[in-house]
Each structure stands twice: as structure tokens, then as C-alpha cells.
């Protein structure tokens, strides 16, 4: 089956850690996103990528870091800067990076205590 | 960006229609409109898009007043998997080219009784 995968489905972690969430996808599309919701509210974008080892920083990109090193794989880095990472992380693709509709993974719900 | 407003929540029963309304006057003549929902504990699902006409899809109708300044998502016989948040979101056809950034409100929360 085609689509992207998240994992793991819940990760715990210890405040001033890191920790890297993983987001693989076999629909051989371009672009790549992560995405935050926190209760209640909206997505927000950290960071997206339109292309291999390229990425650009979204609206919320402090305390995060990511990579592009294959076109299938698009790891988040949640660094022990950023000031409230407790959330649920959802990462997304697309064919491109225009317009076209985005397919989103499962999530990863993060706490940090 | 230009801004939707949409109800906080709805409710609808099993096998009936669903209006779900959207309003966004600001809207720019480049600005596409679409809907995503998203069920409990899991990612957004795209549900359908559309510029100027009405659009139907397999998940849902949309109708777009002729004015644009409003929307409306039409799912047709609500079924007990249909309850989610439901993301009206205007995409700038200009800007698309750069991020394809969506920029998610609250959206609608609808339940639906059996």
C-alpha cells in the first residue's frame, strides 16, 4: 500500500532531551512537510521541504531541525530548544510543492516530562 | 493570508445530508478554496477543492456562492466515520508554487448521532 508512515505512534521522552521522529513515504512525491497540533487548535507548519536536500523553515521552525537526505524520508529532530514540545507531530506529502492535495501520516504524539 | 470563519460545531444524524457553511470574505480572485477533516487521533485527509464552480467528488459536493465569499461542504448521507474536524482552508493559487503552506483554523466539529 502507498502512503506515509510515522513512527512511533507515542514517544515519551525526559525535558533536555532530543528526539527524532521518523516520516517515511513510498508515493514518490516531492515535497514533504511537518506539521504541529497542539489541544484544541489548528496545524502549524515547522518546516517543509520541496526537494531533496533542500528545506525551508515553516511559521514555527525554532527548536526544531530536520534533514532531506532521500526523497522517502523526511526526519524531524524536536531539540531540547524548543520551549514547549509536547504536542502531535503530523507529517505530510505532496507531488509537488504547488497547490496540489497533501497526504498526511498517522502522527507521533509527543510527551516530554 | 486571507481567513475563513466556521462554526465551532454541528450535529447532523446518521444518513442525513450535512451543510457544513464557511465564510471568507476577504478572498482573493487567487485563492482557491478547500477542505480537509480530520478524525480523532489521526492526520488530515483532503476532501475536495474547488476556484469558482461546484465540485463533486466521491467524499462530498461543494458549492461556492457566486460572490466567493462563502462556501458550503455538502456531504450527502452523513455516516457514523463522517464525525471529525472539518478544515476549510483558501490556498493562494500564486503561493502555491512556493510552499503549498495550508494554514489550518479550528475548523467545525461534527458529530454525528446514529
Known amino acids: 500500500d502507498g502512503g506515509i508512515t510515522q513512527s512511533p505512534k507515542y514517544l515519551f521522552r525526559k525535558e533536555g532531551q532530543n528526539v527524532t521522529l521518523s516520516c517515511e513515504q513510498n508515493l514518490n512525491h516531492d515535497a514533504m512537510y511537518w506539521y504541529r497540533q497542539d489541544p484544541g487548535q489548528g496545524l502549524r507548519l515547522i518546516y517543509y521541504?520541496?526537494?531533496?536536500?533542500?528545506?525551508q523553515k515553516g511559521d514555527i521552525a525554532e527548536g526544531y531541525s530536520v534533514s532531506r537526505e532521500k526523497k522517502e524520508s523526511f526526519p524531524l529532530t524536536v531539540t531540547s530548544a524548543q520551549k514547549n514540545p509536547t504536542a502531535f507531530y503530523l507529517c505530510?506529502?505532496?507531488?509537488?510543492?504547488?497547490?496540489?492535495?497533501?497526504?498526511f501520516g498517522p502522527g507521533t504524539r509527543l510527551t516530554v516530562t | 493570508d486571507a481567513k475563513t470563519t466556521q462554526p465551532n460545531s454541528m450535529e447532523s444524524n446518521e444518513e442525513e445530508p450535512v451543510h457544513l457553511p464557511c465564510n471568507h470574505s476577504t478572498i482573493s480572485g487567487t485563492d482557491y478554496i478547500h477542505w480537509y477533516r480530520q478524525l480523532p487521533s489521526q492526520g488530515p485527509e483532503y476532501v475536495i477543492h474547488g476556484l469558482t464552480s461546484n465540485v463533486n467528488n466521491r467524499m462530498a459536493s461543494l458549492a461556492i456562492a457566486e460572490d466567493r465569499k462563502s462556501s458550503t461542504l455538502i456531504l450527502h448521507r452523513a455516516t457514523l466515520r463522517d464525525a471529525a474536524v472539518y478544515y476549510c482552508?483558501?490556498?493562494?493559487?500564486?503561493?502555491?508554487?512556493?510552499?503549498?503552506?495550508?494554514?489550518f483554523g479550528t475548523g467545525t466539529l461534527l458529530a454525528v448521532q446514529p
Open positions: 482552508i483558501l490556498r493562494d493559487v500564486r503561493d502555491g508554487g512556493a510552499t503549498n503552506k495550508l494554514i
Open positions: 521541504s520541496q526537494i531533496v536536500n533542500d528545506f
Open positions: 505530510a506529502s505532496s507531488k509537488v510543492a504547488g497547490y496540489d492535495e497533501q497526504y
